[in-house]
């Protein structure tokens, strides 16, 4: 309590004090108040002190509690060294708007310190600010044109939105430092991407001057070659990687895909089953193999065994997979087993109706046989299922006109053209069926419109024709469209009645008799084209022969009364 009283009593004598002789007193205590720059000096000691106590704790991990000593510190000094590590600070609790904040303040109070610039472009970067990033590396380059990681950096940051920018940066950087690793792996990655493939060979094989022996390397540079064709180059890096790591069945199954190329199917053969021989064979590359051994059967249908075993193999491993039944059913059609064919395609529309190629090649496979009501039937279910495949609806459309159906025809094979208005074959198919529902403009249209797509297609070229002559119309024309179908194939029965029915038309019997003659020899000719050559015989005054080929008409059209009346007379 006596020393509470004594510093009170003391207190209050130096007020009285104060108050009695101000004057004297105020030049007394200013003499003894520090000066600014004593002042000054103070607040940086003890700037410094905070920031070497944050130092250590950030040295420590500890950067929650550094930041609370930096901010500490910024009270007492606004030097640009504590925003910068308060920047780093908050950069390592990944709160990157605050670190960014105090980068920023660092920059401005020192313009020219590069450290502090990279380390908000960083914090940018992890940030996803690409933008600000590369904006921050750019002006460390103007400070600094020499500097190699804000070169490199900044390249990196331009191959998504400037890639020939980056290339430029790095190719810089590789007349100022020499040829690196890094450097040149980046050219070569950046120049394939842009399809630039001579110039990423370039960079490869500097890269494998570097390292002779990196496998890496020597596939990357193969992969390469094969886009650009040069498949000598490709095999041979392919197995020398291959000599070295011989259980590498996906650089095998590449090995065999260049085979392919060359058209050495003995070679790929070999490797193709090497690769099948594997415990760890994928599905995906399994797959890739039996099409390879499809692919060949279409050159040599004696593969087709082998590449039926590929697939049948492939069936047993992964069960659940329907991807090879389109494959197996095409190749047992190959060799005549249609019963099997027609279960494998059925399987395939079963466990993936949405695969058109599967529903085309079961309807495929009764139009062939020439069961119109089945392909019919097929077709329309498969609609129930894809709605957007043009072959579902052109296959439906044709087996309509063979059964005579034509005005369901005219709506299939118009949704087939719909689809895909450059194919022939629906726009020749539409052009029929127009022909057939007495539709002479339309058909005329279709034929037209095919003709300006191709006009060598030489079945548009028989059908207008072939509808011109029934007409009497533009026989010139309908000759010299003939004669170009005919150039084609010379061989197709219906191409040669076609012009032998134009010669008809324009009174040249002689000359249209050889023509007819040959599609009937050729065999399986229609009661029309019978009909064809028993006119031109009429013609020619030959009656045996008239009546002989339109009896052979009539036997296969009963109903054709102008036939009747023809082999009566």
Known sequence: MMKRCVWYCATGILLVIAGCSSSKESAETNAVQPSESQENEQNRSTAMQLFIDGSLKESKGQFAEAILDYQDALRFDHDPAIFFAMAKSYAQLRRFAPAAENAVMAIQHDLSKIEYRDLLAQIYLNSGQFDKAAIEYRTILQIDPQNVAATFTLAQLLERVKPLEALELYNSLLVRQGPTWEVLLQIAQLNSALQRYDKSIEALEQMQKIDPGNLAVKQNLAEVYIRVKNYDKARGLLNDVLEKNPANIMLRATLADVYLQQNDWVSARKELFTVLQSDSLDPDTHLRIGVAFYAQTLKDTLVIPEAISVFKKYEKNFPADARPYVYLGVLHRGIKKDSVAEQYFTRATQSSNWN???????????????????????????????????????????????????????????????????????????????????????????????????????????????????????????????????????????????????????????????????????????????????????????????????????????NNSALKEKAAR
């Open 356 to 558: 058109g190629d599967a529903w085309w090649q079961l309807g495929w496979m009764y139009f062939d046989k020439q069961d119109f009501k089945e392909t019919i039937s097929i077709m329309n279910k498969a609609k129930q299922y894809i709605s957007d495949d043009f072959r579902i609806y052109m296959l439906l459309g044709i087996a309509y006109n063979r059964s005579g159906m034509n005005q369901d025809s005219r709506v299939a094979l118009e949704r087939a053209v719909e689809l895909n208005p450059a194919d022939l074959n629906a726009l020749s198919s539409l052009g029929l069926t127009y022909d057939a529902l007495t539709m002479h403009a339309e058909s005329d249209s279709a034929y037209e419109r095919a003709l300006r797509i191709d006009p060598k297609f030489p079945l548009v070229l028989n059908n207008y024709a072939y509808s011109l002559s029934e007409r009497g119309l533009q026989l010139e024309r309908a000759e010299k469209m003939s004669k170009e179908s005919l150039a084609a194939d010379s061989l197709n029965p219906s191409y040669l009645d076609t012009y032998g029915w134009i010669l008809f038309q324009k009174g040249k019997y002689a000359e249209a008799l050889p023509n007819i003659q040959k599609a009937v020899d050729l065999g399986d000719a229609s009661p029309v084209v019978l009909e064809h050559l028993g006119d031109v015989y009429d013609k020619l005054n030959r009656a045996d022969e008239a009546k002989k080929y339109w009896k052979k008409a009539l036997e296969k059209d009963q």
